[in-house]
């Protein structure tokens, strides 16, 4: 049977509340994670199905995304009365490849501050890719696409308005495609904390860490053209071993006085965002408080308000 008769089979029909796409034209996906992704599903020869989803994403079609370990499900509504499920499946790592994974990103006080900041660094695909865990899928058979909608074709326009969505939603928290692969982010940095203690042998602080703004030094600069902000990331891994260290005389720790307590990276850890990187480290609020649509209001507010918009 062809597709075709299923792509002028009506209208969607309206629903009030859905995700909107914040992008209302042009390209979706703002950061480099969310762009990767979404180039990684055209190499794939979805290019032209991608788009038919669009339109449904930014109608707010989709009803309710939901991303767990291995799975990502979605409600979208579409022209019949009863919305479709969709759901797309992608394969979690099993929890040595996590191990593995942890060690690397801990031995690295670079990953450690841009990860405890909310960002993903660039270099973060090439070492899950070193590890042997590459974080997007290398071919199409590695999703498992369904959809409840009678359309035969794969993706279907609601599977494809979930893709974007998806990806809008690693533009909010790029945690969430970490989760999708199998770690969530208060267990991430919790195992990652419990790491850089036992590699510097410092005091493991009690109670599990937590990504709030006073964990992070930051120093704010603008650039030239005032569209970005520059933020210096204090090593936080410096300041969770100073909490641990016992107080010692200085004559008797002059000659490790200068010395850091914990590994410095090669480079200055240095990253360019907006001015909603506080709305990026909290993630999106509960739904009984707004939900994504709270979070995108905040969102608008921020950048109204915010130095990058000065």
Do not use: N
């Not at 339109?55 to 979208?76: N, T």
């Not at 690295?108 to 070492?127: K, M, N, T, V, Y």
């Not at 267990?187 to 590699?199: D, H, K, P, Q, S």
């Not at 010692?248 to 002059?254: G, R, S």
């Amino acid at each position: 049977m062809s597709t075709d008769r299923f792509a002028d089979y009506g209208r969607p029909r309206r629903v009030d509340g859905g995700l909107r796409a914040r992008s209302a034209r042009g390209a979706i996906g703002r950061s480099w994670w969310s762009r990767r992704f979404l180039e990684v599903l055209e190499s794939f020869a979805l290019g032209t199905r991608l788009t038919r989803g669009r339109s449904y994403a930014r109608a707010g079609q989709v009803l309710r995304l939901d991303i767990a370990p291995g799975r990502v499900s979605a409600v979208v509504q579409g022209s019949r009365p009863q919305p479709y499920q969709v759901s797309i499946a992608l394969a979690p790592f099993p929890a040595a490849l996590w191990s593995r994974i942890e060690a690397e990103l801990a031995g690295q006080a670079f990953f450690s501050a841009r990860l405890l900041a909310g960002d993903l660094p660039d270099e973060l695909e090439e070492l899950f890719a070193a590890a042997g865990a590459p974080l997007f899928p290398a071919g199409v058979d590695e999703l498992t696409q369904r959809c409840s909608c009678p359309d035969f074709a794969v993706p279907c326009k609601h599977l494809a308005a979930t893709f974007y969505l998806l990806a809008e939603a690693f533009d909010a928290d790029p945690f969430e495609l970490l989760h999708w692969r199998g770690r969530a982010r208060a267990e991430l940095l919790e195992r990652l904390r419990v790491r850089r203690a036992e590699a510097t042998g410092a005091e493991l602080p009690p109670g599990p860490i937590t990504a709030s703004p006073a964990d992070v030094d930051l120093e704010f600069t603008s650039d030239e053209s005032g569209s970005a902000v520059d933020i210096a990331v204090s090593a936080v891994g410096a300041a969770r071993a100073l909490a641990g260290l016992s107080a010692t005389p200085l004559a008797e720790a002059v000659d490790r006085f200068w010395l850091p307590p914990v590994p410095l990276p090669d480079r200055p850890p240095r990253l360019a965002t907006g001015p909603d990187l506080l709305l990026r480290q909290l993630g999106p609020p509960a739904p009984a408080i707004g939900g994504p649509g709270l979070l995108e209001r905040l969102r608008r507010a921020y950048r109204a308000f915010g130095p990058a918009d000065r």
